[in-house]
């Protein structure tokens, strides 16, 4: 089994711990250049991880656990403006991704209001491309109550935080209710907040685990993170792509940051070695995200076969 | 403790926690715009089940209008006079105020923090700026900022002493702004 991890240290010899991953058979998921640190999200077979951490000691860098590693989340607020940004959400938003998901920030058109709130189909279908979703609403009971047709008819679990303590049966649109955290106007730093964080992400973990027991129900033809090395290899353009993370990892398939009309041929061509093409395992179609692609690995069930 | 003498939040239904967290919310606001000390008396009344949100506050008052001697010092010079600039926040205000009462001729900056005037007359009096109507602009800002964003129809009554500030999704309607500005009362009675 694959260990999502992370790794920081210094960028002198971190070339060492990639080439170290690749040959244990691991991914390098993402890699984060700050200056003269080096962050790097890594998959690694757990029974070689030991190896792992002998080289990290030596080099005298860190390794911690990264569970939400190889996951994308949406964070979402009812808008962009400032009675919601930028305290919470970005505090939510950045402890997700030290815990190593890929995240990504929505406000939504129209998402304000206790009797106007809405969403519209686009929003929703975008929602529904990543693995889980946080929602972030303020401190009346009413309003959290009310605002469930926001989060209705989104497939992924919906992680709902707000202030006050709600019953989680009175939400049961929500995969769970984190409370303690409505609208404030100062960042999170006493105890008690930071606290309420750790708990939004053990909650976001229990929903990415609530899919992966799902998936493992009926796999999936092949692994994402195959995947994602194998177009990085054989589209070597993704490498041009601007984007700080040119493949984007989910628990079902991959988002290639290239136009669909220009290179859905050239994804759907990436050969493996046991002779598959990706067009035959996976449907390949535009994402909702600008003009990139999407790859959603077909599950066994379907292809009848698991590589 | 509360800087202003009176703070006092009414919350309709079993909004315990949304009660606390806006007062909350509220200071923060007021505090990060720096308006909170030229607040005496605050009301405040939500109704989740309108919905609707009204502030009610008194100012305290006073805020004398900002004038050239207290944004630099005045020397009597040959020929004219000269001002050493000491807050440069103000600054464009007082070169706009300078150049309408005398001429754009007869003012002179022959360094960032120094402006000589040609002319008999002291400028020491004038007006650089009204603080009075700048605190009224943050406070409105400051409202905004504080209502439930969905609550898109606004109204704000303003003058020296006071404001009524009120905020619902519905349109505001006569008897509604009535009927709020009637509890608000009923808070500063009880």
Redesign the interface.
Known sequence: MLEPVMFTGGLYKHDLVVELVEDLGGYVLQKNVTQSEVILLILVPSEDKPVLEALIKELRGELVRAPLAGTEVAVVTPTLAIHHLPHTACDIAEYLRRHGSKTNMMGLARGVGREIAQINEYETALINEHDAAVFIFGNFRECIRRKESLYRNITVPVVVTGGPEIDKCELPYAFEYVPSIGRVAHRARKATEIGTLDSIIESVGRALDKTRTDITKDPLTTSPPRVMDAVREQVPEVEYSYSPLPIALNLTGVRVKLPYDGYKDAVSAVTFDEGVKLGEIATIKPSRMKDYILVRILPASETGYVF | MDPMEVFKIE?T??????TK??R??IM??LQ?LGLIRSIGRLYVYLD??E?VFAVFGLLRTGIPPLTVKDVGDVLKTEGGYQVKINDEEHMSDLLKVLWGHYGRERVEQPARDVVIIASDKDPSGLMVADLEAEFLQDLTDGLV?IA?????NRRNEMSKESFFFIAA??TLAPELIAKTKEKIREMQNA
């Not at chain 2, 239904?13 to 949304?18: A, M, N, P, S, V």
């Not at chain 2, 439930?148 to 898109?152: A, D, I, T, V």
């Open positions: 919350v239904g079993e909004e315990d926690f949304g967290k806006y909350e919310l923060d606001i990060d989740i089940m919905p900022r439930p964003e969905g609550f898109r999704e519905e």
